[in-house]
Nanobody, 125 residues
Framework: LDQLVESGGGSVQAGGSLSLSCTSS?????????VAWFRQVPGKEREGVAL????????IYADSVKGRFTISRINDKMMLYLQMNSLKPEDTAMYYC?????????????????WGQGTQVTVSS
């Protein structure tokens, strides 16, 4: 099934770390797909957090998470990860895993075709 399933969300104090995981057959079946993490808080638009281009290409990070978050993928294991360090209260959101049929997608929702259901991350001060 072409589903994406996230896990690893939870609650943490500011300065702490969390690791999110996403599994999908798309990662192994379509290594040329770009994959990414997005996040959304109630009342705001979904925003891009981090992206890996298809075919082992480069990565893109939102300015707000550069130096703190790391995205990685292991296609053979059908896994996408987001390591989040030095978390801040403003990182609190629902985090979504997404896949794009584009090899060089942009970190915008309109470039992505497949979405997970999300996992909640809450950072307290």
């Amino acid at each position: 099934l072409d589903q994406l399933v996230e896990s690893g969300g939870g609650s943490v104090q500011a300065g702490g770390s969390l690791s999110l995981s996403c599994t999908s057959s798309l990662l192994r079946g379509y290594p040329s797909f770009s994959v990414a993490w997005f996040r959304q808080v109630p009342g705001k638009e979904r925003e891009g957090v981090a992206l890996i281009w298809g075919g082992g290409g480069g990565t893109i990070y939102a300015d707000s998470v550069k130096g703190r978050f790391t995205i990685s993928r292991i296609n053979d294991k059908m896994m996408l990860y987001l390591q989040m360090n030095s978390l801040k209260p403003e990182d609190t959101a629902m985090y979504y895993c997404a896949a794009s049929r584009l090899w060089r997608a942009n970190l915008v929702t309109t470039d992505f075709h497949y979405w997970g259901q999300g996992t909640q991350v809450t950072v307290s001060s």
